[in-house]
């Protein structure tokens, strides 16, 4: 088989899926790199499948390329049953690209269309209706509404394999409108009915959670989140542990790896999801208190753990680099951790602002322990008991919890009174360049909170916060720089990837470390 080189971003942000000669030499090579990244549609027998796939070599004037599944299920295309292209990692071109197409398939994923509707995921995204049906059909091959119900079928596959519900409920969880759409749209899919799909995974020894509790009740389920090799879990999970926040947050082991846990604050309810990476996925343990938050849960979870990165990618830039290289090499895969929501992120990297990790951690500890809603009764956990305050309980409590400087209190508050009434929006969907503007409008936002809030919220691959003394002090460890204008000018040679870069840094300032009082040692 032939050999098929590192894929970067297009530079001119078309995406990969255009070119054709070098997709079909990634599916010729089957290699799973490119799962994700787009679809190859074959019309001799009107499948579409991931670029690993391991059926034969369809030849080169039978296939036809798309960037999306919902493209290739708009033209008629079935989804292979062999290969399930849908459970891949997502394209990592939407964190590289900071157009409109990037953040509307942000906010999709998150199940904007399913609870708001088109017109609310056009609001979101401050454009018409008809201005954002034509970008991304031009874009991404298909309309919001397909692209939505792209993801409606996904989330649908998971819940027929991996859970005891009964169809009918599954058909409203995953986000249809009636049992006949939902059947059509799985035999449109995949060819088959949801009846026949779960029995097809039985045998193909899928575990299924038995006794699937009504969807107001909620439902456990046990998922595998595929990512792109290699994946350096160990520097992610250190990274988490050191800010992890005790009752919101826990880290510990299971068997030799690491796990971490957290509380969620979804729009149907309350969640809690337990994470343990392994060889060839990442173990997802959810339990939701309404299973319409699938979707969103996962989308969020795959968002804190970055698993949609393009690891490759980022050690051929950063790997060019004779003094970045080593520590690229020992430590292949570091993600750039992300955020499960906007308003804790802001939130605690204020009380994070000028100060050390561990006290900003015990400031957000003593804010949860006071103002953090328990959790609810019906999910029982023994490490997890609380959500991180809201932004309403910060502005009006947080100066009765917070100690040190007024001034930094009050900025503090002020921003959680801006958030709680909506004056400032965070979500995944926003503008970078805009949404740094509204931060840096607050009282008590630097550069570097905004910085930090866009990398972590929006994906944003190419941020490197130089101004921050730990990267400076990392950058000197490695011999890279001494001050932070020597850091910014070596740093151009690491673009598009200085968010990473800056990954790197941070471990070379602070070497791995125990975890925190949080941690617990799991047995199972």
Not at 54 to 64: G, R, S
Not at 218 to 224: A, D, E, P, Q
Not at 297 to 303: C, G, L, N, Y
Request: a positive charge; glycine letters at 8%.
């Amino acid at each position: 088989m032939s050999q098929v080189t590192t894929v970067e971003p297009a530079p001119d942000g078309t995406g990969l899926w255009r070119d054709t000669e070098r997709c079909y030499r990634a599916v010729s090579s089957r290699d799973a790199r490119f799962d994700g990244q787009f679809v190859v549609a074959v019309r001799t027998t009107g499948i579409y499948c991931r670029p690993s796939c391991p059926a034969l070599t369809p030849k080169p004037q039978n296939v036809e390329f798309y960037p999306t599944a919902a493209a290739a299920q708009s033209r008629r295309y079935r989804a292979c049953r062999r290969c399930l292209p849908d459970a891949v990692p997502g394209s990592p071109e939407w964190d590289v690209r900071a157009d409109l197409a990037g953040r509307a398939m942000r906010l999709i994923a998150d199940g904007t269309v399913e609870r708001d509707g088109v017109s609310g995921l056009a609001r979101r995204l401050g454009y018409s209706e008809r201005q954002l049906g034509r970008v991304l059909t031009a874009e991404l091959g298909a309309g919001p509404l397909a692209l939505a119900r792209a993801h409606r079928a996904h989330a649908a596959r998971v819940l027929i394999e991996m859970s005891g519900l009964p169809i009918t409920d599954i058909a409203f969880a995953a986000g249809f409108t009636s049992v006949r759409q939902f059947n059509d749209t799985i035999r449109e899919v995949f060819a088959t009915t949801p009846s026949r799909l779960r029995a097809a995974a039985a045998r193909r020894g899928h575990h299924r959670t038995t006794g699937g509790e009504p969807v107001p009740h909620g439902v456990r389920l046990s998922l595998r989140l595929p990512f792109r090799a290699p994946f350096h879990a160990a520097g992610l999970v250190d990274f988490l542990a050191a800010r992890a926040v005790p009752g919101v947050e826990a880290i510990g082991t299971s068997g030799d790896a690491p796990h971490y846990s957290r509380t969620l604050r979804l729009p149907h309810g309350a969640a809690l999801v337990h994470l343990t990476p392994r060889p060839a996925h990442v173990e997802c343990a959810l339990h939701l208190t309404d299973v319409r938050d699938l979707a969103g849960a996962v989308s969020r979870v795959r968002r804190l753990w970055d698993l949609d990165a393009d690891p490759q990618a980022v050690r051929h830039c950063l790997t060019t680099d004779p003094a970045l290289a080593a520590a690229v090499d020992a430590a292949p895969g570091l993600r750039v951790p992300g955020a499960v929501d906007g308003a804790e992120l802001l939130l605690r990297t204020l009380l994070g602002q000028q100060v050390s990790v561990a006290a900003a951690r015990t400031a957000a500890s003593r804010l949860t322990a006071e103002l953090g809603e328990p959790l609810a009764p019906a999910l029982p956990d023994s490490t997890l008991s609380r959500h991180f305050p809201s932004p309403t309980a910060v502005a009006e409590h947080a100066g009765d919890v917070l100690t040190g400087p007024r001034r930094r209190i009050d900025s503090v508050r002020a921003v959680a009174a801006a958030l709680a009434e909506g004056e400032l929006d965070l979500h995944v969907g926003r503008d970078a360049g805009e949404l740094r503007r509204d931060l840096l409008a607050q009282p008590g936002v630097g550069p570097w909170t905004a910085d930090y809030v866009l990398m972590r919220l929006l994906r944003r691959t190419d941020l490197l916060l130089d101004t921050d003394v730990a990267l400076l002090r990392g950058a000197r460890a490695l011999g890279i720089a001494t001050t932070r204008d020597e850091l910014s000018t070596h740093a151009r040679r690491w673009r598009p990837w200085r968010s990473y870069a800056g990954m790197y840094l941070w471990r070379a300032a602070t070497p791995p470390r125990p975890a925190p009082s949080t941690a617990r040692k799991d047995t199972t």
